[in-house]
């Protein structure tokens, strides 16, 4: 069973740019949250999205925003880069609609460098 | 609100020796709690979980961590460490409802030859 998978791995951008990084789950994993993973911050949560709906969202500004689509596949995407955007943006599935007890699992990442 | 604190951001031991990493955690409901790993340049995987079963939980790699609820602790351990364990360690906390999976600031295991 393939694992996620998130495209591109690596990418560098610069100040004013837009980025669009895609996340594909699990097969039959239908939640696909998004983390953003910085030296200083570690892990923060970004947005979960169920069933194409985003369920949660976390403290980002407007500039983060996501979609997911009918096939579970997921992409977020950044506007108006800031050289604070560069990160590893982790994206993780999981199975069933409850979070809880069920397991995220995450993708290898994409780190996004902005110059 | 749940949270997680990771005492240690570095962490370091001798190969052969017993790995202890702390993790406590507040929630308001009882938790679920976690533990993952992450190599370089990697994504995180899942070493255990704890949902209210036992209370020691054993994970892969050797690693165990036991929940004691008076403690509000998860604290990982493993008896022997081995050079393929360095790496960085996260503790997480969920709730029964649905709300994200929070993280703990991570531990980097460093193991010396």
């Known amino acids: 069973k393939a694992g996620v998978t998130q495209t591109p791995r690596y990418l560098i951008k610069t100040r004013g740019q837009q980025v669009t990084l895609s996340c594909s789950p699990i097969s039959g994993h239908r939640s696909v949250s998004w983390y953003q993973q910085t030296p200083g911050q570690g892990l923060q949560f970004l947005f979960e999205y169920f069933s194409e709906t985003q369920r949660n969202k976390g403290n980002f500004p407007g500039r983060f925003s996501g979609r997911q689509f009918s096939n579970s596949r997921s992409e977020m995407n950044v506007s108006t880069l800031e050289l604070g955007d560069s990160a590893l943006y982790l994206c993780a599935s999981r199975q069933g609609a409850s979070s809880g007890a069920n397991v995220l699992t995450f993708g290898a990442g994409s780190r996004l460098t902005v110059l | 609100a749940q949270s997680v604190t990771q005492l240690g951001s570095h962490v370091s031991v001798s190969e052969g020796a017993l790995v202890l990493l702390r993790c406590n955690y507040s929630s308001s409901v009882p938790p679920y709690l976690f533990w993952y790993v992450q190599y370089p340049n990697q994504g995180l995987q899942l070493l255990l979980k704890?949902?209210?079963?036992?209370?020691l939980v054993k994970g892969i790699n050797g690693f165990e961590a036991e929940f004691k609820k008076s403690e509000t602790s998860f604290h990982l351990t493993k008896p022997s460490a081995h050079m393929s364990d360095a790496a960085e360690y996260f503790c997480a906390v969920s709730d029964r409802r649905n709300t994200p999976l929070v993280f703990g600031k991570g531990t980097r295991l460093s193991v010396i030859a």
């Open positions: 704890y949902t209210s079963a036992a209370t």
